[in-house]
């Protein structure tokens, strides 16, 4: 079955410092992910894909399949990048995408 | 934000009445989508549309029906509302197809079910 898994619900992390998010997903073909993100009063939005190799905000996200994880990463992290990331992954040929259970960064002053 | 909006925002109701949450977009995007929001469990899919009249299951679809029929409007139905189905509602849409293009996201409604 397809299964996308977010180990850490809450995340918080002082301002300047790294950031890890951590994806893993289960799944027998070829992987699509996603990274969405929800700040607050805003609503939920892309933040990146993993064909587009893009760094957004600062953030990057590589695409492990011996690991089969999409980990979100970001050296430096600022207050705003508290929200809401969720990690998402494409289903072939069924136009479609499950999510994970979602991980609240916080980023502390 | 692209053009999609849902009615009601927020919404209280009694356990076995029936409610029907829409989604009206201006996009004209051919994809459009039902997640369910729930702490714990992250967005899951309920239903997806593919086109007018075309519509899927997701992976919580019992209890839900959908029915699309008009490019711009999707409709959620809970035929008689459980508690469970307290939630937060959102809507996406997406002009391709959703596993390589980007979903546009709702506001989202809140929907509590005493």
């Known amino acids: 079955a397809q299964r996308v898994t977010q180990p850490e619900k809450l995340l918080s992390v002082f301002k300047g410092a790294p950031v890890e998010l951590k994806c893993n997903y289960s799944?027998?073909?070829?992987?699509?992910l996603f990274w969405y993100v929800q700040y607050s009063r805003q609503r939920l939005q892309l933040l990146l894909r993993?064909?587009s190799r893009e760094s957004i905000k600062g953030f990057t996200a590589d695409l492990n399949k011996g690991e089969t994880s999409f980990h979100l990463k970001k050296p430096f992290a600022q207050e705003e990048d508290s929200a809401m990331y969720y990690c998402a992954l494409g289903i072939q040929g069924a136009q479609k995408l499950v999510f994970g259970q979602g991980t609240r960064l916080t980023i502390n002053p | 934000d692209a053009g999609i909006t849902q009615s009601p925002r927020h919404k209280v109701t009694e356990t076995g009445t029936p409610v029907t949450l829409r989604c009206h977009q201006t996009e004209n995007h051919r994809y459009m989508y039902w997640y369910r929001q729930d702490p714990g469990h992250g967005l899951r899919l309920i239903h997806y549309?593919?086109?007018?009249?075309?519509?899927d299951k997701g992976e919580v679809s019992d209890g839900y029906s959908v029915s699309r029929s008009k490019t711009e409007d999707f409709l959620l139905t809970l035929e008689s509302a459980t508690s469970s189905q307290t939630s937060v509602y959102f809507c996406?849409?997406?002009?391709?197809?959703?596993?390589?293009?980007?979903?546009?996201f709702g506001p989202g409604t809140r929907l509590t079910v005493l």
């Open positions: 549309s593919y086109g007018v009249k075309d519509t």
């Open positions: 996406a849409i997406s002009e391709l197809a959703g596993i390589t293009d980007t979903q546009y």
């Open positions: 799944y027998s073909g070829s992987p699509e």
């Open positions: 993993h064909i």
